[in-house]
């Protein structure tokens, strides 16, 4: 059973950026999609971004591109996101998510919440003006 958990939230001012990490454990298969979503109050659940733990694709929500990054250390089996230039409107609960997968994903697919089964409980980010 793969168990996710994440840290890093916290509040900052906009122009501001922050480190949201995910410590990942019980991995049983070689490869995975690992991916974050957030989501806000009254709004639906929206992928920010994913990457293959097989290879080197990622993956970007067109509204955090050029400014988040994702990455991981897979000694540490850990998954990043760096959020730079962070706006108000990114202020949500931030959630790690995972899903075995062999590749070959789509964008849409990687940016999908319904297709993974594994998720953290959440750290929340917070963005003022």
């Known amino acids: 059973q793969v168990q996710l958990v994440e840290s890093g939230g916290g509040s900052v001012r906009a122009g501001g950026s922050l480190r949201l990490s995910c410590a990942a454990s019980g991995y049983t298969y070689s490869s995975y999609c690992m991916a974050w979503f957030r989501q806000a109050p009254g709004k639906e659940r929206e992928g920010v971004a994913a990457?293959?733990?097989?290879?080197?694709?990622?993956y970007y929500a067109d509204s955090v591109k050029g400014r988040f990054t994702i990455s991981q250390d897979n000694a540490k089996n850990t998954l990043y996101l760096q959020m730079n230039s962070l706006k108000p409107e990114d202020t949500a609960m931030y959630y790690c998510a995972a899903e075995q997968t062999a590749g070959g994903m789509t964008a849409i697919q990687a940016l999908g919440a319904g297709w993974y089964n594994y998720w953290g409980q959440g750290t929340q980010v917070t963005v003022s003006s």
């Open positions: 990457i293959y733990t097989g290879g080197s694709s990622t």
